[in-house]
């Protein structure tokens, strides 16, 4: 149905009146549709930024987490450290052969017997016993044990022997006993080939670094007893 506005009979600012409603109404069109649009690109960006910052938060969050985890590990890490004075690993027992040694040095005792054992295979550990013989003073053999109940390891003594020399001098008893330390292996085998495990072909244990170092403590001892 078509709209006659019967312009011809009216002035012509009716006809620019009506003109400029029209394209008002024209204009007014387009903008509304093109708000529109944007108005919608407006949100999405909103809700992009939103998102973004919940990851900011996020990040910053996981951040301070990060430094309470790491300070975590560095006590842990110390915790450990100090663990492992006394329950160390099989690479420190060269360091209690020496200060063994050393103890009976500054004790004034006559070494006999120095004799490592193999390593007896626990859960996350091996005990280690050492087979040792002594000839001094008991006032010596109780500083010998106080001094090495100082040391930062665990080491149990078990099967104490003492007799009386025969002859008085210097040194009036003869003390026999195990000292028994124990060695962290963690999930490794206590044992490993060239440790208490026989070789190829050969009938007796072949001795690992610790064990070198061992005999060779035990043979100085021996030499020195037969001084």
């Given at each position: 149905?078509?709209?006659?506005?019967?312009?011809?009979?009216?002035?012509?600012?009716?006809?620019?009146?009506?003109?400029?409603?029209?394209?008002?109404?024209?204009?007014?069109?387009?903008?509304?549709?093109?708000?529109?649009?944007?108005?919608?690109?407006?949100?999405?960006?909103?809700?992009?930024?939103?998102?973004?910052?919940?990851?900011?938060?996020?990040?910053?969050?996981?951040?301070?987490?990060?430094?309470?985890?790491?300070?975590?590990?560095?006590?842990?890490?110390?915790?450990?450290?100090?663990?492992?004075?006394?329950?160390?690993?099989?690479?420190?027992?060269?360091?209690?052969?020496?200060?063994?040694?050393?103890?009976?040095?500054?004790?004034?005792?006559?070494?006999?017997?120095?004799?490592?054992?193999?390593?007896?295979?626990k859960d996350f550990y091996a005990?280690?016993?050492?087979?040792?013989?002594?000839?001094?003073?008991?006032?010596?053999?109780?500083?010998?044990?106080?001094?090495?109940?100082?040391?930062?390891?665990?080491?149990?003594?078990?099967?104490?022997?003492?007799s009386a020399l025969p002859n008085?001098?210097?040194?009036?008893?003869?003390?026999?006993?195990?000292?028994?330390?124990?060695?962290?292996?963690?999930?490794?085998?206590?044992?490993?080939?060239?440790?208490?495990?026989?070789?190829?072909?050969?009938?007796?244990?072949?001795?690992?670094?610790?064990?070198?170092?061992?005999?060779?403590?035990?043979?100085?001892?021996?030499?020195?007893?037969?001084?």
């Amino acid at each position: 149905m078509a709209i006659d506005l019967k312009l011809e009979d009216k002035p012509w600012y009716h006809a620019l009146a009506y003109g400029l409603v029209i394209a008002g109404l024209l204009a007014g069109a387009v903008h509304y549709a093109w708000f529109r649009g944007l108005n919608a690109e407006i949100k999405t960006k909103r809700t992009q930024l939103e998102g973004l910052q919940q990851e900011i938060q996020k990040g910053r969050a996981a951040e301070r987490k990060l430094s309470q985890f790491r300070e975590e590990v560095r006590r842990l890490e110390l915790e450990l450290a100090k663990l492992l004075q006394v329950l160390p690993s099989k690479r420190n027992t060269e360091d209690l052969i020496k200060r063994i040694e050393t103890l009976t040095r500054q004790g004034d005792f006559t070494l006999r017997k120095f004799t490592p054992g193999d390593f007896i295979p626990k859960d996350f550990y091996a005990e280690w016993p050492i087979d040792i013989a002594l000839e001094g003073t008991y006032h010596n053999l109780a500083l010998f044990f106080d001094r090495m109940s100082r040391f930062s390891r665990i080491i149990n003594v078990e099967d104490m022997k003492i007799s009386a020399l025969p002859n008085i001098g210097q040194k009036s008893i003869s003390a026999g006993f195990v000292a028994k330390t124990f060695i962290y292996t963690g999930d490794e085998a206590a044992t490993h080939p060239g440790e208490g495990q026989p070789a190829a072909g050969k009938t007796g244990p072949t001795l690992g670094p610790a064990g070198v170092n061992a005999r060779k403590l035990k043979e100085r001892a021996e030499g020195k007893g037969a001084e």
